[in-house]
Nanobody
């Protein structure tokens, strides 16, 4: 079992920055692909970014590419999401997720059902 706890959310003005953290416990995340998803009220949970363990590559949703950066510190068993140039439409609950299965394609990465463990989420609110 892997337990994931997100932190770092909050209220920020448009154009500002936040860094989310996801602390894992129970098992090392070295052999897990780690991702961030977000879910706005009344909407589906959607992919934001992934850091794959097998080839150490990253991928991003088009809506955040160039503004968000996912990284991991395996020594701290923690994943981060640096969010810059935030927009009101980035307002959501952000969830951290871990996948043991190798995510070979973008479709694999984007599908919530391919992730084995989830955190409880952290609220990010961007005011205009």
């Amino acid at each position: 079992q892997v337990q994931l706890v997100e932190s770092g959310g909050g209220l920020v003005q448009a154009g500002g920055s936040l860094r989310l953290s996801c602390a894992a416990s129970g098992r090392t995340i070295t052999t897990y692909s780690m991702a961030w998803f977000r879910q706005a009220p009344g909407k589906e949970r959607v992919f934001v970014a992934v850091h794959k363990w097998n080839d150490r590559t990253t991928d991003y949703a088009d809506s955040v590419k160039g503004r968000f950066t996912i990284s991991r510190d395996n020594a701290k068993n923690t994943v981060y999401l640096q969010m810059n140039s935030l927009k009101p439409e980035d307002t959501s609950v952000y969830y951290c997720a871990a996948a043991k299965t190798i995510l070979y394609s973008r479709t694999n990465s984007y599908t919530p059902g391919n992730y084995d463990y989830w955190g409880q989420g952290t609220q990010v609110t961007v005011s205009s």
